[in-house]
């Protein structure tokens, strides 16, 4: 278990009781400070070849693009290290450009631009995450799913190319030292388009569940739209008279739900659980898991926030202190109070993902732009929008 446990951490086990590191990274300093080099690894040599033949040509969504190993080499600068936009468990993420029109590779500022996943040799569960991938995402279209382009699957190497999302990740934005913080409004937005994203999912036949949400795999486009990426861990829900599917456990330390965690029992209120996370998150700007605030005790942000999130007069004490106070306090209140509902300790008191998503909707108002920072205030106390913006929400009107 260790390290992995003291940041968000992909965690798989099969017992209900601990937590060990699963497939994916733990999100500690030493593998971040090893990114360029681990990114740099040619080919995938443990990796297992029976898996291979597994039905990659007969069952990828035949909407997908299928690339070519030396294509998606040569999109990406050979997968240099200046073209590198992040790492995951999964492997290094790269930018690349292609062609608009053939999609064949082409030179750095022209076309379009993608992020091209690769796979790491080190990833034992990753054939089997990047085909569920392949599978959810390329038959799944919404405005809130990041849109997978193509993929490859040549030899060993396994690769997937998305839409781009020049914005980056929620994470970034809430937590990364020296950028701006986001506004209120946008905060709202996001979790309203994540919502969006996660009632779609749980609104279909197969009762889709994602399973991975936390701040990294919600992405944000030019216009700070948010869209889901990740979904080599989700898997259809239950349907007919089942109540949930039995799964091993994985998923992210601080975002799983405590019920899924102990039991491997999996249902669309997991995700509800998760999504009270990242509002959590969204209204304190702390880590769902925090090494600063835990003090080296394991403490999750649900802990530390639920005995301010039941008291009326103590909840807006968890709030970011980086918003300056611009927010509405009867809107922080209200989505407070909403992630409390999402953090039921027992599954079925929590709402659904449509309830949720209609309850921020009709509490927030969309019409008016703003800006995806906080506005700053000069010394006449005039309000300066930092950048116009398309798609925005006026305030809470609760
Ligand atoms: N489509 C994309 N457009 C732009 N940047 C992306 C895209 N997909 C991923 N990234 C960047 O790459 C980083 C790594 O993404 P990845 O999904 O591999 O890992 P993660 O979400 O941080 O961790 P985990 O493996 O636990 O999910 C992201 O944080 C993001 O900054
Ligand atoms: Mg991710």
Redesign the pocket.
């Given at each position: 278990m260790g390290n992995c446990c003291r940041k968000p951490a992909?965690c798989a086990h099969a017992s209900s009781t601990n937590f060990s590191s699963g497939s994916?990274?733990s999100h500690n300093n030493e593998l971040k400070q090893d990114s360029t080099s681990s990114c740099q690894q040619a080919s995938l040599g443990s990796f297992n070849k029976s898996l291979i033949t597994s039905t990659v040509d007969a069952s990828v969504p035949s909407n997908l693009k299928s690339f070519s190993f030396i294509d998606l080499k040569n999109a990406t600068k050979n997968f240099r290290s200046e073209t590198l936009?992040?790492?995951?468990?999964?492997?290094c993420?790269f930018k690349g450009w292609l062609d608009e029109n053939t999609l064949a590779p082409t030179k750095p500022g022209s076309g379009i631009v993608v992020?091209v996943?690769r796979l790491k040799a080190e990833s034992s569960q990753g054939h089997k995450e990047w085909l569920a991938e392949v599978n959810y995402l390329g038959q799944l279209r919404h405005e809130n799913l990041?849109k997978l382009i193509g993929y490859c699957a040549e030899s060993e190497n396994r690769l997937l190319v998305?839409?781009?999302?020049p914005k980056?990740?929620l994470?970034?934005h809430l937590f990364r030292k020296g950028d701006q913080p986001i506004a209120w409004a946008m905060r709202m937005r996001i979790a309203i388009d994540v919502a969006r994203g996660l009632s779609f999912l749980h609104g279909l036949n197969a009762n889709v569940i994602y399973r991975?949400l936390k701040a990294?795999?919600i992405?944000l486009d030019s216009d700070y739209n948010a869209k889901l990426?990740?979904f080599g861990l989700a898997r259809d829900g239950p349907t007919g008279d089942n109540t949930h599917v039995s799964t091993k456990v994985v998923g992210?330390r601080g975002y799983a739900a405590p019920e899924y965690v102990a039991t491997g029992h999996l249902t669309p209120k997991s995700d509800v659980y998760s999504f009270g996370v990242v509002l959590l998150e969204l209204l304190s700007g702390r880590r769902a898991m925090d090494d600063e605030r835990a003090n080296f005790v394991e403490e999750t942000l649900v802990d530390w926030a639920k005995p301010f999130l039941s008291d009326p007069r103590r909840v807006l004490r968890i709030m970011d202190t980086r918003l300056g106070g611009q927010y509405s306090k009867k809107g922080a209140q209200a989505v407070a109070a909403l992630a409390l509902l999402c953090l039921h300790t027992d599954s079925k008191n929590r709402p659904q993902m449509i309830e949720v998503l209609t309850t921020l909707e009709k509490n927030i108002s969309k019409d008016m732009p703003t800006s995806p920072f906080p506005a700053k205030l000069d010394s006449h106390r005039i309000k300066h929008i930092n950048s116009p913006h398309r798609r925005v929400i006026e305030q809470l009107r609760i």
């Open positions: 992909k994916k990274k936009l992040g790492e995951g468990g999964f492997g993420v992020a996943k990041v998305y839409e781009f999302m980056g990740s994470e970034n991975d990294s795999n992405l990426s990740d992210t």
